[in-house]
């Protein structure tokens, strides 16, 4: 069964919510042409139940909106590195502020923990992480944008059945078209749920009639607690624990796929961070890397999946995990970023992989992107030349690539 997932890419609030300056859109891609896809939209809206009176009212001065083209299309130049990402995202205001608010709502967080079995410092770890506790839930026109994406070829089916959904929730009475903003990509209210989501895991947790996930916090916590509960939630499960690795471990089961049992991660030589024994207990755990070695290591259980079906980001559900995890006084991390901490711009990831190719670690088609097969490359060539296999790009793994010839 596929798993459904919030957020097209939502790793951080720069990212949705940035307004830079745009010049360009495609030829093919004109106002007039726009309108014209509008009103066979249109008419498919009503076909597929929304009533003329909200299609009219919804689709009012909406335009083709060349910023959220231009945002679709954009590919960063940096990709941000675990500590860069993790110490924008898990700041002393965020803590401090999560404390604050976890205490002043703990009787509302703890009746929709008994109801979803999801604890209360995980919901406003998420509302931290995706709003800023509701601070900004972004000002684009959210009908406009997802029009936008779905005339634009390249995800139009995707994009159309979310424009429908947004639809359905202004119908149903949920929302008014003024007050539907959100981000460019179609995340909407405080803990950012696309249209479709929305329609699915919305919950009215103040009985008012309505599923307004803008300004009612009942219903936003409960739709928060109903849709992890739905994703999979383990009750009385943590997410993961920081981990010591011993000297001279076995890196290369860091793999996002080997799974042990604790008792068997122990046996390995792995202890808490803070030097303890890890528990005894009949529990599986992957372990994470997700720095280079002189990074963190995390062994992390089902909860850390289901915070990634969230976002498919590890940062992230590192970010949120932890965050929860100073909301209720735990301690930060043992390690601190490297001063020589950078990332690889496209360009020297892309290097990387030519390289890479080159010395007979297949990788496919360089992309300047360092997913999963590059990681397993990365980790291939430093097996093969005794280094640390972390499978981590840094500037330093460029230079001893360079130095093949």
Same mark, same amino acid.
Request: hydrophobic share 40%.
């Given at each position: 069964?596929?798993? &459904?997932?919030?957020?097209?890419?939502? %790793?951080?609030?720069?990212?949705?919510?940035? +307004?830079?300056?745009?010049?360009?859109?495609?030829?093919?891609?004109?106002?007039?042409? =726009?309108?014209?896809?509008? +009103?066979? =939209?249109?008419?498919?809206?009503?076909?597929?139940?929304?009533?003329?009176?909200?299609?009219?009212?919804?689709?009012?001065?909406?335009? %083709?909106?060349?910023?959220? #083209?231009?945002?679709?299309?954009?590919?960063?130049?940096?990709?941000?590195?675990?500590?860069?990402?993790?110490?924008?995202?898990?700041?002393?205001?965020?803590?401090?502020?999560?404390?604050?608010?976890?205490?002043?709502?703990?009787?509302?967080?703890?009746?929709?923990?008994?109801?979803?079995?999801? @604890?209360?410092? =995980? %919901?406003?770890?998420?509302?931290?992480?995706?709003?800023?506790?509701?601070?900004?839930?972004?000002?684009?026109?959210?009908?406009?944008? #997802?029009?936008?994406?779905?005339?634009?070829?390249?995800?139009?089916?995707?994009?159309?059945?979310?424009?429908?959904?947004?639809?359905?929730?202004?119908?149903?009475?949920?929302?008014?078209?003024?007050?539907?903003?959100? +981000?460019?990509?179609?995340?909407?209210?405080?803990?950012?749920?696309?249209?479709?989501?929305?329609?699915?895991?919305?919950?009215?947790?103040?009985?008012?009639?309505?599923?307004?996930?803008?300004?009612?916090?009942?219903?936003?916590?409960?739709?928060?607690?109903?849709?992890?509960?739905?994703?999979?939630?383990?009750?009385?499960?943590?997410?993961?624990?920081?981990?010591?690795?011993?000297?001279?471990?076995?890196?290369?089961?860091?793999?996002?796929?080997?799974?042990?049992?604790?008792?068997?991660?122990?046996?390995?030589?792995?202890?808490?961070?803070?030097?303890?024994?890890?528990?005894?207990?009949?529990?599986?755990?992957?372990?994470?890397?997700?720095?280079?070695?002189?990074?963190?290591?995390?062994?992390?259980?089902?909860?850390?999946?289901?915070?990634?079906?969230?976002?498919? +980001?590890?940062?992230?559900?590192?970010?949120?995990?932890? %965050?929860?995890?100073?909301?209720?006084?735990?301690? @930060?991390?043992?390690?601190?970023?490297?001063?020589?901490?950078?990332?690889?711009?496209?360009?020297?990831?892309?290097?990387?992989?030519?390289?890479?190719?080159? #010395?007979?670690?297949?990788?496919?088609? &360089?992309?300047?992107?360092?997913?999963?097969?590059?990681?397993?490359?990365?980790?291939?060539?430093?097996?093969?030349?005794?280094?640390?296999?972390?499978?981590? @790009?840094?500037?330093?793994? #460029?230079?001893?690539?360079?130095?093949?010839?």
């Amino acid at each position: 069964m596929k798993m &459904p997932t919030l957020n097209i890419v939502v %790793l951080s609030l720069c990212s949705l919510f940035a +307004s830079p300056t745009f010049a360009y859109t495609p030829p093919e891609q004109s106002e007039a042409d =726009f309108q014209k896809w509008v +009103s066979g =939209f249109k008419k498919q809206a009503i076909q597929n139940g929304i009533s003329a009176a909200t299609v009219q009212k919804a689709f009012h001065d909406v335009h %083709l909106n060349r910023a959220v #083209l231009e945002l679709d299309r954009r590919q960063p130049e940096f990709s941000k590195t675990f500590w860069q990402y993790f110490n924008r995202a898990v700041t002393e205001w965020r803590i401090e502020t999560g404390k604050m608010l976890y205490e002043k709502h703990r009787k509302q967080l703890d009746e929709v923990t008994a109801k979803y079995g999801v @604890p209360g410092r =995980f %919901l406003i770890a998420f509302w931290g992480m995706e709003t800023n506790f509701g601070g900004y839930t972004g000002n684009t026109a959210i009908i406009e944008s #997802l029009a936008t994406l779905s005339y634009d070829p390249r995800r139009s089916e995707f994009f159309s059945k979310e424009l429908l959904a947004a639809l359905k929730i202004i119908d149903l009475g949920h929302a008014s078209v003024e007050q539907m903003k959100g +981000s460019w990509a179609g995340a909407m209210g405080q803990c950012q749920f696309m249209p479709s989501n929305y329609l699915r895991y919305a919950v009215d947790g103040d009985e008012s009639g309505k599923k307004d996930l803008w300004k009612s916090l009942p219903d936003v916590f409960n739709s928060m607690g109903n849709f992890l509960a739905e994703l999979g939630w383990q009750k009385q499960e943590n997410w993961g624990r920081e981990v010591s690795l011993p000297a001279g471990f076995d890196l290369s089961l860091a793999d996002n796929k080997t799974e042990k049992l604790l008792t068997d991660w122990k046996a390995l030589g792995i202890q808490l961070a803070d030097g303890r024994e890890l528990p005894i207990e009949d529990l599986k755990a992957r372990l994470v890397l997700p720095s280079d070695y002189r990074g963190p290591a995390f062994l992390v259980f089902d909860n850390y999946q289901v915070i990634k079906r969230w976002n498919r +980001s590890d940062n992230y559900a590192l970010a949120v995990g932890h %965050l929860a995890d100073r909301i209720v006084g735990r301690p @930060p991390l043992t390690k601190t970023a490297p001063a020589d901490d950078q990332a690889l711009t496209r360009e020297e990831m892309k290097e990387v992989q030519e390289r890479l190719n080159l #010395l007979g670690f297949d990788l496919g088609t &360089p992309d300047g992107i360092a997913g999963s097969k590059t990681r397993a490359a990365i980790r291939n060539y430093q097996i093969s030349r005794q280094l640390p296999a972390d499978a981590y @790009p840094t500037p330093a793994l #460029l230079y001893n690539l360079r130095k093949h010839k």
